[in-house]
C-alpha cells in the first residue's frame, strides 16, 4: 500500500502544473519500440536456506525481446518526461551448483518507470539523457521445475523500486512528426525471491538484477 501511494502522490506532483502552461510549452510523442530486456539475476545474498544448496550455487535471468510503447510529454523543446509500457517475462535458471536447473518460471515484469529528460538539438539528430525512478510489478511467477521434487509448493518474488539511467537519439523524417529513435536504459534494482514448502521458507535470496534495456522503433510528435 505504501508504494501505491507514494506512486500516487508523484502523479499528484506532475498533475499539480498549470494546465495553460503545458499547453502552450509541450508537445506529445508517442514511441513504438522493440526492447531487448537483458537482466543479471545472480544471488547476492542467501538470507534462509534449510534445504541446503550446493555451495557457490549462482543464477541467471534469461533475456527476452517485447514491444512496448513510450508516452513523453515535452515541457519545453529541450525538457521532457516520459513513461514506458510493456510486459517482460523471465525463467531464473541455476549456472553453477545447479547448472541447467530451472529455479523460477514465467515471472512477469511491468517495469513502471517515469524519467526526466534533457535533449540536446544537434541539427538532424536529436541525442538525450534522463534519469528517473522505476517501481516493478511482478505477477505469474512460479516455483521451476527443478524445485518441485524438492517440496516447493510456491514461489513469491516482491515488487520493488530501484532507479533507472536513460541516453538515446531521435531522429526526425521530414515536417510531419514522425522519427526513429534508439534508446538505452540501464537499471539498478535488487529483487527478493521466496521459496516456501507448504507455510515454511525454505529458501530466501536476493538478486541484483540491473538489466540493461535496449529499444528501437519509430516516434510520433504531435
Known amino acids: 500500500m505504501k508504494h501505491m501511494l507514494a506512486l500516487g502522490a508523484a502523479a499528484i506532483a506532475v498533475g499539480a502544473f498549470p494546465t495553460q502552461a503545458l499547453a502552450e510549452e509541450g ?3 508517442v514511441k513504438l519500440l ?5 537482466p543479471d539475476g545472480k544471488i547476492d545474498t542467501v538470507n ?7 555451495a557457490g550455487t549462482q543464477t541467471e535471468a534469461n533475456d527476452n525481446v517485447v514491444p512496448t510503447i513510450a508516452i513523453e510529454y515535452f515541457f519545453t ?23 541447467g536447473a530451472e529455479l523460477v518460471a ?24 534522463g534519469a528517473g525512478p522505476t517501481y ?13 521434487p ?5 514461489f513469491n518474488l516482491d515488487n520493488e523500486f530501484g532507479f533507472a539511467l536513460q541516453a538515446g537519439v531521435d531522429v526526425p523524417l ?28 525454505a529458501i530466501e535470496t536476493e538478486h541484483k538484477i540491473d538489466p540493461w534495456v535496449l529499444s528501437g522503433g519509430i516516434s510520433y510528435r504531435f
Request: cysteine-free; aromatic content about 10%; overall charge negative.
Open 27 to 29: 508537445e506529445v510523442q
Open 34 to 38: 522493440a526492447t531487448a530486456v537483458l
Open 48 to 54: 534462509v536456506d534449510i534445504v541446503g544448496l550446493p
Open 77 to 99: 523543446d529541450n525538457f521532457s518526461v516520459e513513461t514506458i509500457a510493456g510486459v517482460t517475462q523471465h525463467d531464473v535458471d541455476g549456472v553453477a551448483g545447479l547448472p
Open 106 to 129: 514465467d515471472a512477469k515484469i511491468v517495469p513502471a518507470t517515469i524519467t526526466a529528460k534533457a535533449h540536446f538539438d544537434l541539427g538532424g539528430v536529436e541525442p538525450y539523457v
Open 136 to 148: 516493478w510489478l511482478i505477477f505469474d511467477e512460479q516455483p521451476g521445475a527443478a524445485t518441485i
Open 150 to 154: 524438492l517440496g516447493v509448493t510456491d
Open 174 to 201: 521530414g515536417e510531419d512528426g514522425f522519427g526513429l529513435t534508439i534508446d538505452a536504459k540501464r537499471y539498478f534494482i535488487d529483487l527478493t525471491a521466496q521459496w516456501f514448502a507448504g507455510n515454511t521458507l
